[in-house]
């Protein structure tokens, strides 16, 4: 069992930053491909980023936030985060992080965090 809390959801106006951290517990990280997905209201859970398990793993990003999104892992502290740049509108949603064994499908991963909420206004 994996345990995952987000944190660093908010508001923010459009173009600028912020910083989502996910902390795990039980089971360390390093076993895991870790990602990030997000949920609009009306729409489909919809990938963001991963990163595969693994010191120098690569990264994996939805064309939407490539060059805006950075996902990076540190599997000593047991933590993830998303550093979201140049925010639009459009990434407005919930996040959520998850932990397991796929890439951009959602139903691949076996433990998800909360969510936590990302509004960017105009």
């Known amino acids: 069992q994996v345990d995952l809390v987000e944190s660093g959801g908010g508001l923010v106006q459009a173009g600028g930053s912020l910083r989502l951290s996910c902390a795990a517990s039980g089971r360390t990280l390093s076993r895991y491909v870790m990602a990030w997905f997000r949920q609009a209201p009306g729409k489909e859970r919809e990938f963001v980023a991963a990163?595969?398990?693994?010191?120098?793993?690569?990264?994996y990003y939805a064309d939407s936030v490539k060059g805006r999104f950075f996902i990076s892992r540190d599997n000593a502290k047991n933590t993830a985060n998303l550093q979201m740049n140049r925010l639009k509108p459009e990434d407005t949603a919930i996040y959520y992080c998850?932990?397991?064994?796929?890439?951009?499908?959602?139903?691949?991963?076996?433990?998800w965090g909360q969510g936590t909420q990302v509004t960017v206004s105009s």
């Open positions: 990163a595969i398990s693994g010191s120098g793993g690569s990264t």
């Open positions: 998850a932990a397991g064994a796929g890439l951009s499908s959602a139903t691949q991963y076996d433990f």
